[in-house]
């Protein structure tokens, strides 16, 4: 596995047995994300190995992620670096298409192979939301705020974050979440079904190290098979889902027999 340059990009990867985590290692600026973060995140998504059974997303420090670097939209201000501002100069099509590399650094976090799981503290913005709502389960300090922020800059939420949370909470609360960029606290995440289970912040770690332990115990391929049975099973009908459940039974049943 050849890692990208993490270090440059405030990234740090580390690997215990069958767990993977992927820390945000920018605490000066509230581990603010850019381009560059993006595109290294999406080739580290690429490499994961097999073996990695969970992936577990954190910010270094007290906060998870304030979102996207504000200097990534002052073309002053980001020293030669790939910003956010520069899509003014391309083409739609040119534009949509970097947008596009930038969500790999996101989507690869739905990946049946693994579970992944965001250990919040802290605020989750924007970028940082959206980041949060890419991995399958949320375990968050009761000191979590999140807010989707795009909508007071005047943006959409475009970091592939709008369809986990209408899958969350439902459309009209993520229509009023979206529109009103208003902070959404860890007890009402909690309510809602954006978070699976809020604690002190000095228990996150142990409880997200707990849950990370739970998910790699069963035999290989028992999460990857329910993971991908459940993903997607509100879009399927229930004749499809039915099929779906059968032929993975089946591969069970042919697995266990060797």
Known sequence: MTLPDLDSVGLKYD???????????RPEVRNAQTPAMWRALADL???IPDDIRVVVVTGAGATFSAGLDRAMLDPNAT???ESVIGLLALSDEDASAAIDEFQQGFTFLR?????SIAAVR????????QLAL?????VVSDDAQFSMKES??????????TKPLVESVGYARALEICATARMVGAREAVDIGLANVAVGAEDLDATVADLAAALAAPMPDVVTETKKLLHGAADRSLDEQRQLEREAQVRRFRALAG
Request: proline share 7%; charged share 15%.
């Open 15 to 25: 690997v215990d047995g069958p767990v993977a985590t992927i820390t945000l290692n």
């Open 45 to 47: 998504g690429r490499q």
């Open 79 to 81: 020293g030669g670096q």
């Open 111 to 115: 990946d049946p192979r693994f579970v």
């Open 122 to 129: 802290g605020y989750a913005i924007g970028a940082g939301f």
């Open 134 to 138: 890419s991995c399958d389960l949320r």
């Open 152 to 161: 007071a800059l005047g943006l959409v939420p475009d970091l592939t974050g």
